[in-house]
RNA sequence: AGUCCCGUAGCUCAGCUGGUUAGAGCACUACACUGAUAAUGUAGGGGUCGGCGGUUCAAGUCCGCCCGAGACUACCA
């Protein structure tokens, strides 16, 4: 005979969590929740890949909650949900941390260390944490193949990558571009938009910035400022250490300007400025300039004078301005091809007046804008660029961020003292030294600290540099109407990070910069000639054999395919065009983000293998993925952009971006506020399940979380905690009893009104649930849960329940009441399973342990509960409502009038306002009486003039009709006299007057309610009234002490540790006081604590008890 | 600097398309209850719904501005 497991005394989530744990590994639960659902029926997710070379936080625990969270459900929903796992192992933050163990630069990689051992290490190093990780997803619950895991540094999966690369290579968007891109000297790469995008790239810096004067050629002024003198053209920098690359000076052409003569601040010498006229003000600050007041004032200044002097001379447009040439201001070098067409003023759109002084310094090596606007002058302004000792052109500034050493004063700085190694960088940077200079030479207007936002690198933390780098693009701004369009057909949770945050993203689209020069990543595969004439995009290993093959019988070689994808074997491969020329590898690797991004199809081997897995839409695209926001533009994007560009489709339907995990406090979590959370040893105090549970009800996933640990203790012993003492409830009687659920399951029709009520809110239940966890709100489902198990089962349900189950004979009514519970129990670990999967587990397991009444072992194959609407029954809802509130208004009646619940009353009167109330009170009339121990109900009606009413103005059908007469008209409705109120009901209208508008009310026009009852002991609940006679009756009081007796008779039998069925004996020492009760209800004292007699004697070997305030007596138990 | 999100009790959060006493849980206080007991019930205190202005008969809810926190965007010199 099969019993109910209560092998726990007491609920403890970590002993369940590892025998769940323990479980599902030995009988392969996993496998078989996926196996036993069809193919032809898929769920398709996807697993973002995590980089197994860091460690797991909580935040992973919340982010993986959510993605299991819908897998579960969708697995109970019948639906297949494969969940392949994944690792990030290439890019930068691999090779940093290599580096850093080793001790070496970029620079130290061919030289120190060779490629070849370089990526071995990085190899070996990624996956340095995977053991860990493995460890928190089985920790934590998490369902995820980790034994297929698909791994970005595989040839199969380096070969999807290059097919996908061909792909676009064919659609022409694939091209290679000189340009300005953020470039990280201290990585020594180039950075993409998105990685520039990472959360805390942007930092607040104080920099040095000059506003220098550029000194015009008299002879190139136009003629209204000829012959007037020296006329510098001022121009602000953030950044000094470009000036000396400066080689053109930029104006709006529709900008006002003007001409103001002064004096320098510096060395106090008469100049004559242009500037941009609204910048004047911003420019001579009245701390200290003053306006000239005439020409005499503007001539008399001297140096020791406190405020200098000026006055604007004339104003022109900028259009006037182009053209005029200048000195160059710091005369380091001179471009190597057109100097002649350097060192003038051109005009550019992007202008404005914001800042500065309407004059942008352009240095077209560092700056974008830069470059653009000085190859579309006319001629061509041409960019700082000059030989170097190879005759290769090349800006002043190399790759590791410093001047070239060839550049006297400033040779061989680096450009920002954050590049030099520790304790290396001299006191004064370059931006102060040549800001100094500048001064000297009266060539600076303004030197000024500066604050202002500034983007790092996301790895190295240190300034990112704009660099002239020739690297590849995908044109991804070619295909952006498409990405906008398909993104609308995505369903975001939030809705607004995809409307607003990736669609103004998508707006705002560059193009996308694929190149890394480093080592560990996807090799580009493509192959040039010298000459760059002809190239060739390799998109398969077969392809490369064949190409191989073609280059070893054109130039005499024996080379073949290298085991390794990777570089340096890569490298090697020289392949050959069609004109017959060698033709060599591209040298870069490419952003890691793109194999991220390709994870739909390299994760299958796509399409080498699998092809239907995307051609057919067997895994493709996916339902559902999940990530954080910070995912927004990483992997968000880079699924969206391939997904669009190749395949012309989504990635994914629906995506949730979940908020970040704070503090308690709201701050971030970081190892310098030593406030981080560890997962392991959260999961191992509170259980997997309560870590989970809290996560979720908490709030909504996509809003920022503050983790606080004793909101999981509360969930434990809210939800948990009540959850395992119903289930212990009903395990310990229904082993005594022996339900097994062997019974025809009782009809609805024959249970009780209380057992009907419950299985409409489970129902009910049921229902939402579905509809939450079918909408992706997992915090509503939850909490709907919560709800259910601790107000309505554990404190209505069972409360008002538990006599059934130990009281009386095995009947109809009680396997009614075991087979409710146990339908309550058994949905709610189904309904629960997907959020609390291992408690849940537990909870079905012991369930059907006593019933065998599914086969399934685990409840995670299940299918997930279907509502039976015949079920619900919403006035019955409304019933149990009722019953509810007027228990809870007698209850506090008997409190405020201090009586205990133990002394019998009489009656309660009920005033009620039509008969169909009257009918559902009757329904629950039982079960309230039984409550709150009261004898009966009288009904108090209309007729026995005990009642008075009032009114009140419902706003909603009345607002519109009255408009600014509402106030007025409520006013006089909750005036209305028991006639007027009697009048409405009666006739279906009545008439009020406002301001001598007339308005004819109707009955849905007023709520009525009743007024206090003068004279009884009265409690109200909106629309409910409740009063209770108190006086009491010899019977009643010998009821009351009775039932008194009961109670410290159980007390004892507890203390003495009886079984719940022993029968005893009792012996009460006689007293005048329970005389008459023992006398009148022994009966029922008998049959309440199991005695089989009672007597009245000495009961010399009793302890003494408190019976009443006044009277305590000497009872003994004993066992019968 | 711009965009977006958020601001409701000491804490964590509800509050639907505007409708009249602004809710729950936790915490706190008091009293009960106790054959679910590291639970439970009843009662109580605690809110100018971030601030100001507007629309409306009516605003926590809609609009504008401001303050505060956050995320994101941006080479704007």
């Known amino acids: 005979m099969s ?66 969270i819908f897998c579960r459900f969708h697995t109970m929903q019948g639906k297949r949900v494969e969940r392949k796992g994944g690792w990030d192992t290439h890019g930068l933050p691999i090779e940093l941390s ?23 290490m990085c190899r070996k190093t990624v996956m340095q944490y995977k053991d860990i990780w493995d460890d928190i997803t089985r920790k934590m619950g998490y369902w995820v193949d980790l034994e297929h895991p698909y ?36 990585a020594g790469t180039g950075l993409s938009s998105h990685e520039l995008n990472q959360p805390g790239c942007y930092k607040d810096v104080t920099d040095t910035t000059v506003v220098a004067q550029f000194l015009a050629k008299p002879d190139s002024l136009p ?26 000076l930029t104006v709006g052409p529709k900008i006002d300007y003007v001409l103001v003569k002064t004096y320098n601040p510096y060395t106090f010498k008469a100049i004559q400025v242009i500037l941009a006229k609204s910048l004047v003000g911003a420019q001579f600050t009245e701390k200290r300039f003053r306006h000239a007041e005439s020409e005499e004032d503007l001539l008399s200044y001297q140096s020791t004078d406190k405020k200098i002097p000026y006055s604007v001379l004339q104003e022109f447009k900028g259009e006037a301005l182009i053209g005029i040439r200048y000195e160059q201001l710091l005369p380091y070098a001179l471009p190597y091809q057109h100097p002649e067409n350097a060192f003038r003023v051109i005009g550019g759109a992007f202008v404005t007046t914001e800042d500065g002084t309407g004059i942008v310094h352009t240095a077209p090596t560092f700056g974008a804008d830069d470059a653009k606007v000085a190859r579309e002058a006319v001629p061509e302004v041409p960019p700082m660029l000059v030989l170097d000792e190879n005759g290769n052109p090349v800006p002043l500034v190399d790759l590791q961020g410093r001047f070239r050493a060839d550049l006297k004063d400033i040779g061989g700085k680096y450009v920002k003292n954050e590049y030099y190694k520790a304790n290396e960088a001299p006191e004064r940077s370059v ?69 607003k945050r990736f669609g103004n993203w998508l707006e705002n689209l560059n193009d996308w910069n694929l190149s890394r020069s480093r080592y560990w990543g996807i090799p580009l595969p493509i192959w040039r000639t010298e000459d760059t004439t002809e190239e060739l995009c390799i998109e398969s290993v077969a392809h490369l054999k064949a190409e191989v093959a073609k280059a070893n019988e054109k130039l005499g070689l024996s080379q073949s395919v290298p085991e390794d994808l990777h570089r340096p074997y890569i490298d090697d491969v020289v392949l050959v065009s069609d004109s017959g020329v060698a033709m ?21 081997h796509y399409p080498m293998e699998n092809r239907d897995n995307i051609d057919k839409g067997l895994s493709f695209p996916a339902d559902f993925i999940a990530e954080g926001v910070d995912q927004t533009r990483g992997w968000f994007f880079t699924l969206h952009a391939i997904a669009s560009m190749v395949f012309g489709s989504v990635a994914f339907k629906n995506v949730i971006s979940n908020g970040l995990v704070l503090d308690k406090e709201g701050a971030k979590m ?51 905690g009540t959850l395992f003492n119903t289930y212990s409830f009903f395990a310990l009687y229904a082993n005594i009893d022996a339900f097994a659920y062997q019974e025809k399951p009782v009809p609805l029709a024959e249970r009780q009104e209380i057992d009907r009520w419950i299985i409409s809110l489970l129902n009910t239940l049921v229902k939402e649930v579905e509809a939450e966890y079918s909408d992706y709100e997992p915090t509503n489902a939850s909490r709907k849960i919560m709800t259910f198990v601790d107000e309505h089962l554990s404190n209505w349900y069972v409360r008002l329940c538990r006599r059934r189950f130990w009281k009386g004979e095995y009947s109809q009514d009680k396997v009614a009441a075991y087979q409710t519970l146990y339908d309550c129990l058994n949905t709610i670990a189904k309904l629960s399973a997907p959020i609390a999967p291992m408690f849940t587990d537990w909870l079905y397991q012991s369930l059907n342990g006593g019933t065998q009444l599914e086969p399934q072992e685990s409840v995670h194959l299940v299918d997930f509960p279907k509502a039976d609407p015949a079920s619900i029954d919403k006035a019955l809802e409304q019933r149990m409502d009722y019953a509810q509130r007027i228990s809870s208004l007698v209850l506090s009646i008997r409190k405020k009038e201090n009586l205990r619940v133990r002394q019998p009353l009489s009656k309660i009167m009920l005033p009620i306002l039509d008969t169909e109330f009257i009918n559902q009170i009757d329904s629950v009339k039982e079960l309230i009486l039984s409550e709150v121990n009261v004898k009966e109900i009288e009904y108090i009606t209309d007729t026995d003039g005990f009642i008075s009413k009032k009114a009140k103005a419902n706003f909603k059908t009345l607002g519109k009709r009255l408009g600014k007469h509402m106030k007025e008209g409520a006013r006089l409705i909750q005036e209305m006299d028991q006639t007027a109120i009697r009048s409405l009901e009666k006739n279906e209208q009545f008439d009020i007057e406002i301001e001598g508008e007339k308005y004819t009310l109707i009955p ?6 009743f007024d206090e009852v003068p004279g009884w002991q009265v409690a109200t609940d909106r629309d409910i009234v409740v009063a209770l006679d108190i006086s009491l009756t010899d019977d009643l009081i010998a009821e009351g002490i009775a039932r008194e007796l009961v109670n410290r008779i159980q007390n004892i039998r507890k203390i003495k540790e009886f079984d719940v069925t022993d029968k005893i004996r009792v012996h009460i020492e006689a007293h005048d006081i329970i005389h008459d009760a023992i006398g009148k209800f022994s009966d029922y004292i008998k049959s309440e604590v199991l005695a089989v007699d009672i007597t009245m004697d000495e009961a010399e070997a009793g302890e003494v008890v408190e019976i009443t305030d006044t009277v305590s007596l000497r009872v003994f138990v004993e066992k019968a």
Not at 443 to 449: D, G, T, Y
Request: aromatic share 14%.
């Open 223 to 248: 003629t209204f400022l000829q012959g007037l003198g020296d006329i510098h053209l001022l121009a602000w920098t953030t950044t000094p250490w470009t000036l000396p690359s400066n080689t053109a």
């Open 98 to 120: 290599v580096e850093k163990e080793l001790g070496i630069t970029k620079e130290d990689i061919g030289i120190k260390i060779s490629v070849d051992e370089y990526n071995r």
């Open 1004 to 1009: 849905e026009d007023i709520e009525i309610f």
């Open 584 to 604: 060599y590898r591209e040298k870069d690797v490419i952003d890691v983000w793109f194999d991220s991004g390709s994870m739909p199809y390299a994760q299958w």
């Open 3 to 68: 019993k109910y497991n209560v092998d726990l005394k007491q609920l403890d989530l970590p002993h369940i969590d590892n025998l769940i744990r323990q479980f599902w590994e030995e009988r392969d639960i996993f496998k078989k929740s996926v196996d036993q659902r069809p193919k032809s029926n898929s769920f398709v997710f996807f697993e973002g890949p995590p980089s197994a070379n860091g460690k797991p936080g909580i935040h992973h625990v919340m982010g993986r909650t959510v993605k299991d």
């Open 151 to 186: 791994i970005t540094f595989n040839n199969e999966y380096i070969e999807s990558v290059w097919w996908l690369l061909g792909q676009l290579y064919k659609k022409q968007l694939l091209y290679k571009g000189y340009t300005i891109q953020p470039y990280s000297p201290a």
């Open 431 to 499: 931006d102060v030294e040549i800001s100094i200079k500048l001064k000297e030479e009266n060539k600076a207007f303004n030197v000024e600290k500066y604050v202002h936002n500034y983007p790092h690198c996301w790895r190295t933390d240190k300034p990112v540099l704009y660099y002239p780098l020739d690297s590849w693009f995908i044109q991804s701004t070619a295909m952006k109407d498409k990405m906008i369009e398909l993104n609308k057909t995505i369903n975001w949770k939030p809705a607004h990070t995809g409307e």
């Open 670 to 720: 970081s190892k310098r506020w030593n406030n981080v959370v560890d997962p392991f040893e959260t999961i191992e105090t509170y259980g997997a399940d309560a870590t989970r549970w809290y996560m979720i009800s908490n709030a909504q996933p996509w809003d920022n979380l503050k983790f606080n640990v004793d909101g999981i203790d509360e969930v434990r012993r809210k939800f948990f």
